[in-house]
């Protein structure tokens, strides 16, 4: 979603402000700009596109100034223009805004009932109006903001600019995520400590309502009350080469392949290879109470979720909903007393999964939470925060998020299978050893990239593309359809291979390929079965499987790819990676955005 950045500087801040909005690209974006205040002036740059137009602009229209705000914008209200590009300007403010004004109609109404002509169709410039009304009342920053903020439903991160204050920034955050970073005679603002990692490490996470005054000396946060409120200052710890790509061709296939490495460091914080447990951060509640499970996401981590079903229900022998975000709240659901209510993020800052926990916090459930960012709002209000280590994420396509994910919920599984008694000590020895096996079975998927590489052309010209498992595999089939639709833009669709026959099977013609993932073991028979009833009516089909299973079932198949012969329980990490990879090179072959698809956010902080 969205990025913002804000300096208050003692140099020129304009090609600061730039590579701070190139540590947010990985958000995905259609336009830019920044304005900066200089000699009295708000000097405003902006640009339809990628940030490389932007800054042609800024070469060819320099921001001089020592303080200033920019803005990367994923276009909700208004097409992605230059004329609806943040930052919006009055002639007294700036304004960037992440996130969406829901009462921004009415408020629009008002302004223009009294005379004020607004230039774009956002809902954000609806804000900058009603703060530059006050101002030109003769209210100060600070009483203007104040004045506003009151009046806006919806979400949103602010950073505002004042044409006659050459000195200071205002921040303000109610849904969106915004972090206060503190220099040597400088303070920042940014919707992430990525975006900052360059400028410094000493960052402080603004809370629910909170706004800020910043200036080169420091910043005074005030809560939702307008009360003064001091915020902790912390280490981020990101890191400036997070966001380097080295020697990979996109930030998609480095994070392919990091999975091995990162997935045994979240391993590591998961076991105790000492005694080979599995162990949980510490916790001030009984597991062994938990009576039901509901777990709700987005996306990629939805189907990490749907993955995590199949173990709790297995290992622990505890039912578990799963349900969409954007779905949960508003079916009114029935949550059991003594539930545990799983909520899987890679921001943690997921507008719709974040209205979800709040709604299980207020109905009594207990609340645990896998993030990929540790600092997230979500991850602040888990009663039992599960974090990943997969390190920043760049490509909006999520890959190394999602095994990670796996990794942790398979390890949650069976500690709760412990803790109810379901799982005696030989078999957690088991799964322990089976998930200390993943990180090398995840180089062994690796190695056959360039066997994926080579048949990618044979997908590439398709319309259509059918993805079939079971079990397990039936989410990781719905995966990889997504991945596929997100990079390459080719239409996919994800089933259970059973049924097939019960609608899906009409559209099996020899322009359609079929990815089937179906490692040898106890459904395989079954899979085996429905790949002829595709194969009966000309489909291509692509099996996904290991040695045992090309044996028995790869003949006559367009192409097969070889996986690693694992055990069931890390399976789905392992085909993971065969199914990223696929529609990375399809992607390649197509010539598509594959870290910025189209229309596409990584962090979605709107409903």
Known sequence: MCGIIGIAGKEAVADRLVDGLKRMEYRGYDSAGVCTVHDGQLVRRRAEGKLANLVKELAAHPAPGEIG???????????????????????????VHNGIIENFKPLRDELIADGRRLESETDSEVVAHLVSREVERGASPEEA???????????????????????????????SPLVLGYGEGETYLGSDALALAPLTQRIAYLEEGDWTVITRDGAQVYDADNNPVTREITTSGASAAAVEKGNYRHFMQKEIYEQPIVVAQTLRSYIRQVDSTVALPQIDFDLSTIRRVTIVACGTSFYAGM???????????????IDYASEFRYREPVLEDGGLSLFISQSGETAD?????????QAGQTIAVVVNVPTSSMAREADLLLPTHAGPEIGVASTKAFTCQLAVLAALAAHLAVKKGRMDRSE?????????EAPAALNAALDHDDD???????????RDVLYLGRGPDYPLALEGALKLKEISYIHAEGYASGEMKHGPIALIDEAVPVIVLAPSGPLFEKTVSNMQEVRARGGKIVLISDEVGLAEAGEGCLATIAMPKVHP?????????????LAYHVACVKGTDVDQPRNLAKSVTVE
Do not use: S
Request: one cysteine or more; charged letters at 15%; proline letters at 7%.
């Open 69 to 95: 705000i920019a803005h990367t914008r994923w276009a909700t209200h208004g097409a992605p223009t230059a004329n609806n590009a943040h930052p919006h300007a009055t002639e007294h403010v700036a304004l």
């Open 145 to 175: 903001v104040k004045a506003v903020l009151p009046r806006l439903r919806g979400a949103f991160a602010l950073a505002i600019a004042f044409k006659a204050y050459p000195d200071l920034l205002i921040g303000a955050r109610l849904g």
């Open 307 to 321: 993955v995590a079903k199949y173990w709790f229900e297995t290992f622990a022998r505890v039912p578990v909903d």
């Open 353 to 361: 999964t974040l209205a979800a926990l709040r709604y299980c916090k």
């Open 428 to 436: 957690e020895q088991e799964v322990v050893r089976h998930l200390l």
């Open 452 to 462: 994926i590489a080579a048949m990618a052309h044979l997908i590439a010209p398709a």
């Open 569 to 581: 329980l890390i399976a789905p990490l392992v085909y993971a990676v065969p199914v990223q990879l």
